[in-house]
């Protein structure tokens, strides 16, 4: 699906959503081409602990919490500069 499409669907309701097939733009946006809903939530707490156990789980897959009053995902990517220490 579209975003315009899960918009539709899913009117003012949190998501947790997968990216099927997405790409970066050049300043660093997330464009999301295809995407399925994976899971509706009450609230955003909620949406983010569901989003905290999919990711967990399936880490390589590539899963997003987001409200579809939102006119477009708007998803940064931040790239990680430095070494990690434990």
Not at 5 to 18: A, C, D, F, M, T
Not at 38 to 64: N, P, V, W
Not at 79 to 85: E, H, K, M, P
Request: hydrophobic share 35%; with cysteine.
């Amino acid at each position: 699906m579209q975003w315009s499409e899960i918009r539709k669907s899913y009117p003012n309701q949190w998501l947790v959503i997968e990216a099927i097939h997405a790409h970066t733009t050049l300043d660093n946006l997330r464009k999301l081409d295809e995407i399925a809903v994976i899971q509706i939530c009450s609230d955003g707490a909620s949406a983010m602990k569901t989003y905290r156990r999919f990711h967990q789980q399936h880490s390589l897959r590539e899963f997003y919490f987001i409200h579809t009053g939102n006119e477009e995902p708007n998803i940064r990517e931040r790239r990680w500069i430095g070494i990690r220490t434990a």
